[in-house]
C-alpha cells in the first residue's frame, strides 16, 4: 500500500506539471517501487557530477539524456553506452546535451541519466496500452529486430492469471529462445512472471496510466532474474 501511495504522488507531480509523458528516471523510480529491478541510476546536471556518479556506480556506464519532450532517446542521439573512463563519460556528457537541443531546441534538459552498464541476458519487451472498449491490453515479446521487425508479440486483455502468462510466453515464435535453444540455458521465466504481473497490478491500480512500455528487459538464465534497462510511461 506504502508503494502505491509513493506511485501516486510521481503520477500526481507529473500531472501537476500539465505532463503526461514521465520522464526515464520518474518511471523507474515507478518500477524501483513496485518491486521490478532496474539498474543503479543518478541524475547528473553536469560533466563533472557524471563523472562522479560514474565513479561511485563503476564502469562500464550508459549515459542517458533525461527530459520531458524527449522521449525517444536514441532519435536523438541521446544514449551513449559502455562509457570506461571519466574522460569518455565527460565528453559524453557534453555530446548529449548538444544533441538534445538540435534535436528539440525548445526541450528542457533536465540533466542525464548516469547508469550501470548491463550486458547479458535476453531481451524482452513487456508493454500496456489502454484500448477504449477492453481497457487495459498486456504486450509481451522477445525484444530486437523479433518485435521491430517480425512483430512477434502476444496480446492479452487484463486481469491475467498465470495460465494466461504461460499463454503469452508459448504464443510467441521466440519462446524458444526463453525456454532453452541448442546450447542457450533457459531464461528465468518465473521472474518474467512476475514483472509481467506487477505491471498489470499497475495498470489496474491507476487508471491514469494510458501507456507503458518496459523496453528491453533483460532476462538472465533460470532463477538468475530480469532487469528492465528501459521505461517509458505516459499518462491519460
Not at 506504502?2 to 523507474?28: D, H
Not at 548516469?114 to 500496456?128: A, F, L, N
Not at 529462445?177 to 506487477?198: F, H, T, V
Request: hydrophobic share 45%; no cysteine; charged share 30%.
Amino acid at each position: 500500500m506504502e508503494a502505491m501511495q509513493t506511485v501516486g504522488s510521481i503520477i500526481k507531480n507529473v500531472k501537476n506539471e500539465n505532463r503526461k509523458t514521465l520522464t526515464e528516471i520518474e518511471s523507474k523510480e515507478i518500477l524501483n517501487e513496485i518491486g521490478i529491478a532496474t539498474p543503479r541510476f543518478e541524475l547528473a546536471t553536469t560533466a563533472d557530477e557524471a563523472v562522479l556518479f560514474a565513479d561511485k556506480l563503476g564502469y562500464p556506464v550508459v549515459l542517458k539524456i533525461v527530459s520531458p519532450e524527449i522521449t525517444h532517446k536514441s532519435d536523438a542521439n541521446g544514449v551513449m553506452l559502455n562509457l570506461l573512463s571519466a574522460n569518455e563519460v565527460k565528453n559524453a556528457f557534453s555530446k548529449i546535451i548538444n544533441n538534445a537541443f538540435k534535436y528539440d531546441e525548445s526541450a528542457r534538459v533536465l540533466g542525464v541519466s548516469v547508469q550501470t552498464m548491463i550486458k547479458k541476458g535476453t531481451e524482452v519487451i513487456i508493454g500496456m496500452k489502454r484500448d477504449e472498449n477492453f481497457g487495459p491490453v498486456l504486450l509481451f515479446g522477445l525484444g530486437g529486430i523479433f518485435v521491430e521487425l517480425l512483430k512477434d508479440v502476444s496480446l492479452k486483455v487484463l486481469p491475467l492469471d498465470d495460465v494466461d502468462i504461460d499463454k503469452m510466453f508459448a504464443e510467441i515464435k521466440g519462446g524458444k529462445i526463453l525456454n532453452g535453444y541448442r546450447n542457450s540455458k533457459p531464461a528465468d521465466l518465473e521472474e518474467l512472471k512476475q514483472i509481467i504481473k506487477k505491471v498489470a497490478q499497475l495498470s489496474s491500480e491507476y487508471p491514469e496510466i494510458f501507456e507503458l512500455e518496459l523496453n528491453p528487459v533483460l532476462v538472465q538464465e533460470k532463477d538468475k532474474g530480469a532487469i528492465a534497462l528501459d521505461a517509458r510511461i505516459i499518462l491519460q
